[in-house]
C-alpha cells in the first residue's frame, strides 16, 4: 500500500488523503510515476545531492519548488534544503542544486539523514504498488503460490537499485528473504548480524564500507554531540552555532513576511483590486493585501471610517452644555441629596391644651360618677337587670350543680386570671364561692399562670374571710402549673403525680380537701375562672376526657363571654354552668339569696356605663361636626384657589 | 457538640417525641410513654422559666452598667426582682419549716403592689379608650367609621343593667351584635388559627419546620 509523507510535519499518511492527518497540511497527489520512481543509484548521483532524487536534480530550481511536495522523502529533503537555503539568506525560490560546498555546511543535518534513510528503507520494503502482486523477493515467502523462476527471472524482476545491490554483494537476496521470514518467524540474532544495507545505504555508512561487515541496528550513540542536541532543553548545537548577528547583517530586512507556498499562489486569484480606499457603493471590495489578496467580498480589514469626521470629533469639546433650568434642577437634587444624610433635628410636640384638658375631663367625670356610686352605696340590689341577664340559664346551671353538692364534697377552682381583671371575676366568682362556702364544700385551687395561687389566696382570703377556711384543713391550694396546656393534660390525666406538694410545701394530697381524690373525675365539681377565651378552651379541650362534663362549669369575663357562652348553649354541652361578667354574677346571688360583691358592683358600673356612652357620644359627635366643618373649609379654599 | 450532628439529632428526637405523643391519643399502649414526655415537657417548661427571668436579670443589669437613659428603669426591676426573690425564699423557708400560713409577705406583696398597679392600667386604659373613641371621628369621617362609632354605643347601651328593661329591643340588639357577626368574627379567626396550629404541627412532625434549630 502507498503511503504518503507529509512536506510539512513528516507524517506517514495512508494513500488517498488530501490533508496531513497530524497537521492538516495540504498533501500533494500521488501519481503513479512518483510511486514507481526508485532512488537513483547511477554513479552520477555523486555529483548530485544525495538526499534528491534524479528527477528532482534535473528541474529547474522553480519547479524544484512546485514539485517538492510530489516525492515522499523527496518532499523531505527539499524543505530541508529551503531551510538551509533560508539560512544562507537565499529565497527559496532560488533553490538550486546543492554543490559539494552546501555538502559540507550541511554536515549538521547528517544524523537526520542517516535515520531517514534508515526509514526510507523500511519503508521501501514494506512498499508494494497498488495492483500488482509482491515482488519476487516478497513473493519468496508466499510459500505454494510462488512461482518458482530463475536466478535470471528473479534478477530481471528485481528494481534497479536493488539489482545493483546484488550486483555488488550477491547477498542481498537471501538477507531480505531472511528479513521477510522474520516477519513470520524470528530471525535468529546471527542472521541479522549478517544483513547488509544497498549501497546507496551503505555509501551513507562511511565508518563501515559496505560488504566488509554486517550492518549493526542503530543505536544512538551517547557521545554523539547531535543526538545529545536533540534531548538537550537548549537549543541544538547546529542552531546555537549560528552567529545571530552575522545572519541579521546578512538578510537585513529582505525577509518578507508571510511568504506563501508555490500551491497557495497557484491558487489565489490574480484579480487585484483598484481601490484602495475601502468599499465603493456599488462595487465588491476586493482584498488587496495578504494571502486574501484579489478574493472578492472580503470584510475589509479597516474600519469603514470618515477621516474627517473622526478628526472634527476629536476637536469637540467635552463640557456638558445644560440649561439654567437644568442647572436649577442639578442643585435641587444635590440639595436633596445632601440633607438625607444629615439628622434631622426633632422638635418637641406640644400637647394640644385642648386634648390634655378633654383627657383630664373624662377621668373626672368617670372618677366621680363612680366613685360616687361606691360611696353613696349604690344600693345593693337595687338597679334591676334587664331580662336577657335575668333569664340567663348560665348561672341557674350552675346554681344547680353547686346546690346538689352534699357537705365535704371537693370542688376545683381554676384560677386563671390577669390581676388587672380581679375586680370584674372576683366580684363574679364572689357569690359562686360563697355558695359553695356554705354548702361546706372542700375547694382545691389550681392555676396555669404564675399569679393564678397568689390571686387564690387573695380571693379566699378577701372575699370569703367570714368562712374562716383554713388552708389544708379546708382548702388547699396546689400552685402553678407550667407547659399551658401540656400542664393541663398531665394533670388531667395524673394530678397527684403533677402536683405532689402544696402551695405551702406540705403533702397536698394527705390533706383533708384530696384525701379521698386520685383523679381528676373524683372531684364533685370542676370551676374554672377566667378571663381569656383562649385559656377557657384549653381547660375544656383538656379536661374533657378526664372529668364528666356535668361537673365542669365557668365564670368568665364580660369580654370572654361571647367565645365561651357557645360551649355552654351548644348541644351537648362542653360546660355545665357559666356565670358571665357583675350580671352573671349578680344573677346568681340572686338565686342564692344573698347579696355579694356583684350586687355592690352593678350600679357604680351600670353608672360608669351611662357616663361613658354619654362622653362618647358627645365628644364624638362634637368631634365629626368640627371635622366636618374643618373639610369644608379645606374645601372652600380649594374652591377659591 | 458539633452542629452537624446536633441537627440530625435534634430534630430526630423532635419528630420522634411528637409522634409518640400524637399516637398516645388513639394507641392505650403508649399512654404511658405519652404522659412521661408530657411530665418531660413540664419540666423543660418550668426550667425556662427560671431562664426567662435569669435572661431578664442580665439584661436589665446589663442597661444599668451602661448608664443610658432608661438605666433607672432597669434599676429598679432589677431591685423588685432581688427584693421579691429574696422575700419569696423567706416566706418559703418560714413556710416549710416552721409550717406557717401561705406566703403571708409574698401576699402582701401581691395584694397591695401588684394588683392595684394593674388593676389601675385597667382603669387608664378605661380612660384611654373613652377619650379615643370621642376623637374617632375628627379623624375619621366616612361611613364606616360612623357605623362604627353607632355600634360602640349601642353595645354600650345594651350593656346596661338599669334602664334597658324599659327599652328591650336594645339589649336584644346588643345580643345579634354580641353573639352573630362578633362571634362570628372570633369564630373565623380561631379556625384560621386551629388550621395553622394543625399546619405547624405537621411541619414540626415531618421535619420540614425546626424551631428548634438546625
Known amino acids: ?641 | 457538640m458539633n452542629i452537624k450532628f446536633k441537627t440530625p439529632f435534634a430534630t430526630a428526637v423532635a419528630i420522634g417525641v411528637g409522634v409518640i405523643v400524637l399516637a398516645g391519643y388513639f394507641i392505650p399502649g403508649l399512654i404511658s410513654l405519652r404522659f412521661l414526655f408530657l411530665r418531660a415537657g413540664l419540666v423543660l417548661a418550668a426550667v425556662a422559666l427560671i431562664v426567662g427571668i435569669l435572661n431578664l436579670f442580665a439584661v436589665h443589669f446589663r442597661k444599668m452598667a451602661q448608664n443610658d437613659d432608661n438605666s433607672g428603669y432597669s434599676l429598679i426591676l432589677v431591685f423588685a426582682l432581688i427584693a421579691t426573690l429574696l422575700i419569696g425564699f423567706f416566706d418559703m423557708f418560714q413556710s416549710y419549716m416552721f409550717g406557717q400560713p401561705n406566703f403571708q409577705t409574698i401576699s402582701w406583696l401581691f395584694t397591695y403592689i401588684q394588683l392595684p398597679i394593674e388593676t389601675s392600667l385597667m382603669a387608664v386604659m378605661a380612660v384611654s379608650l373613652t377619650y379615643a373613641a370621642t376623637r374617632f371621628l375628627r379623624r375619621n369621617l366616612h361611613t364606616y367609621a360612623v357605623i362604627f362609632f353607632f355600634i360602640v354605643l349601642m353595645v354600650l347601651i345594651g350593656t346596661l343593667s338599669i334602664f334597658t328593661p324599659e327599652v328591650p329591643f336594645l339589649s336584644q340588639i346588643r345580643q345579634w351584635i354580641v353573639q352573630v357577626p362578633a362571634l362570628g368574627g372570633a369564630r373565623g379567626l380561631l379556625l384560621g388559627i386551629a388550621l395553622g396550629t394543625i399546619a405547624t404541627g405537621l411541619r414540626i412532625l415531618i421535619g420540614t419546620d425546626r424551631p428548634y434549630g438546625g
Not at chain 1, 503513479?32 to 545531492?49: F, G, K, L, R, V
Not at chain 1, 377621668?363 to 352605696?377: F, P
Not at chain 1, 373525675?521 to 381547660?539: H, Y
Request: aromatic share 6%; with cysteine.
Open chain 1, 1 to 641: 500500500m502507498a503511503e504518503i509523507q507529509c512536506p510539512n510535519c513528516g507524517k506517514i499518511n495512508p494513500e488517498g488523503k488530501d490533508v496531513c492527518d497530524s497537521c492538516g497540511f495540504p498533501l500533494p497527489s500521488q501519481s503513479p510515476s512518483i510511486n514507481q520512481e526508485t532512488p537513483s543509484t547511477s554513479p552520477d548521483a555523486t555529483d548530485s545531492p544525495p538526499d534528491l532524487p534524479s528527477d528532482a536534480q534535473d528541474l529547474t530550481p522553480g519547479e524544484a519548488q512546485e514539485d517538492i511536495p510530489d516525492g515522499e522523502d523527496e518532499g523531505d529533503e527539499g524543505w530541508l534544503d529551503i531551510l538551509h537555503a533560508a539560512e544562507e539568506g537565499e529565497e527559496p525560490g532560488d533553490l538550486q542544486t546543492p554543490s559539494e560546498e552546501d555538502e559540507e555546511k550541511k554536515e549538521d543535518t547528517d544524523w537526520l539523514k542517516r535515520i531517514r534513510a534508515l526509514d526510507v528503507e523500511e519503508e521501501k520494503g514494506q512498499e508494494t504498488p497498488e495492483g500488482e502482486t509482491f515482488p519476487t523477493w516478497m513473493s519468496e515467502v508466499e510459500g505454494e503460490e510462488k512461482v518458482e523462476k530463475t536466478p535470471s527471472e528473479e534478477k530481471q524482476e528485481l528494481p534497479d537499485w536493488l539489482q545493483s545491490e546484488e550486483e555488488e554483494t550477491g547477498e542481498a537476496e537471501p538477507i531480505l528473504s531472511e528479513k521477510d521470514e522474520g516477519e513470520t518467524a524470528p530471525p535468529e540474532p546471527a542472521q541479522e548480524e549478517e544483513g547488509h544495507f544497498p549501497s546507496w545505504l551503505e555509501e551513507e555508512e562511511e565508518p563501515s564500507p559496505a560488504g566488509e561487515g554486517p550492518i549493526q541496528p542503530f543505536e544512538l550513540d551517547e557521545d554523539d554531540e547531535v543526538i545529545d542536541d536533540l534531548f538537550d532543553e537548549e537549543l541544538p548545537s547546529w542552531l546555537s552555532s549560528v552567529d545571530m548577528e552575522k545572519e541579521e547583517a546578512e538578510t537585513g530586512d529582505d525577509i518578507s513576511p508571510g511568504e506563501l507556498p508555490g500551491w497557495v499562489e497557484a491558487m489565489r486569484p490574480v484579480v487585484e483590486s483598484s481601490d484602495t480606499s475601502g468599499l465603493a457603493e456599488d462595487e465588491e471590495y476586493i482584498e488587496n493585501y495578504g494571502p486574501l489578496a484579489g478574493i472578492p467580498s472580503v470584510l475589509p480589514a479597516e474600519a469603514d471610517i470618515d477621516q474627517t469626521s473622526v478628526e472634527e470629533g476629536s476637536k469637540l469639546s467635552f463640557e456638558l452644555q445644560v440649561s439654567k433650568t437644568q442647572k436649577e434642577y442639578a442643585s435641587l437634587l444635590e440639595n436633596v441629596i445632601s440633607r438625607e444624610g444629615k439628622a434631622k433635628p426633632k422638635g418637641e410636640v406640644k400637647p394640644v391644651a385642648t386634648q390634655r384638658v378633654l383627657r383630664w375631663l373624662i377621668a373626672i367625670v368617670l372618677i366621680i360618677s363612680v366613685g360616687a356610686s361606691v360611696i353613696t352605696g349604690g344600693g345593693t340590689g337595687n338597679p334591676s337587670p334587664a331580662g336577657h341577664q335575668k333569664d340567663d340559664p348560665g348561672p341557674a346551671a350552675l346554681y344547680e350543680m353547686i346546690d346538689e353538692m352534699e357537705a365535704r364534697d371537693t370542688a376545683l377552682i381554676a384560677f386563671d386570671y390577669q390581676p388587672a381583671l380581679a375586680g370584674e371575676l372576683n366580684a363574679t366568682a364572689s357569690g359562686v364561692v360563697n355558695h359553695l362556702l356554705r354548702q361546706e364544700s372542700y375547694l382545691a385551687f389550681i392555676s396555669t399562670q404564675a399569679t393564678g395561687p397568689s390571686l387564690a389566696e387573695h380571693f379566699i382570703t378577701n372575699t370569703q374571710s367570714e368562712f374562716e377556711y383554713q388552708h389544708g384543713r379546708d382548702y388547699i391550694n396546689l400552685g402553678y402549673i407550667p407547659g399551658q396546656a401540656a400542664g393541663v393534660l398531665s394533670f388531667s390525666i395524673a394530678p397527684r403525680e403533677i402536683v405532689p406538694i402544696a402551695f405551702n410545701g406540705a403533702n397536698a394530697w394527705d390533706s383533708p380537701p384530696l384525701k379521698e381524690i386520685q383523679t381528676l373525675s373524683d372531684f364533685d365539681l370542676f370551676l374554672i375562672i377566667t378571663d381569656d377565651p383562649t385559656t377557657a378552651r384549653m381547660w375544656i379541650e383538656q379536661v374533657n376526657p378526664y372529668i364528666s362534663r356535668y361537673k365542669v362549669a365557668m365564670i368568665v369575663s364580660a369580654q370572654a363571654e361571647p367565645l365561651v357562652r357557645p360551649y355552654f348553649q351548644n348541644s351537648p354541652q362542653q360546660i355545665s354552668g357559666l356565670a358571665a361578667g357583675l350580671p352573671g354574677g349578680w344573677a346568681y346571688e340572686e338565686l342564692t339569696g344573698s347579696p355579694n360583691l356583684s350586687s355592690v358592683f352593678l350600679f357604680p358600673l351600670n353608672v360608669g356605663i351611662i357616663v361613658t356612652i354619654l362622653t362618647v357620644f358627645i365628644g364624638g359627635l362634637a368631634n365629626g361636626i368640627l371635622n366636618l366643618i374643618k373639610q369644608r373649609k379645606n374645601k372652600e379654599k380649594r374652591g377659591v384657589s
